[in-house]
């Protein structure tokens, strides 16, 4: 069975605070002793994620 995809739109300013709750998320993981493989799988996405490109004619 194939795993659904799904597509989540973002600006500039929403993507930067997206990486900034998984940041936060992962630091507190780390504080309680839990494992953080989710939260960095979920950050590498978000980061390596295509930017839309706006051209203005």
């Known amino acids: ?3 659904q995809k799904y597509h989540v739109y973002l600006t ?3 993507q930067s605070r997206v ?3 998984l940041i936060r998320l992962k630091n507190e993981l780390i504080e309680q002793g839990k494992y953080t493989d ?3 799988d979920v950050l590498c996405k ?3 994620a295509k930017k ?6």
């Open 1 to 3: 069975m194939r795993e």
């Open 12 to 14: 500039a300013d929403e």
């Open 19 to 21: 990486i900034q709750s």
């Open 38 to 40: 989710a939260v960095d």
């Open 46 to 48: 978000v980061v390596s």
């Open 52 to 57: 839309k490109r706006n051209f203005f004619i």
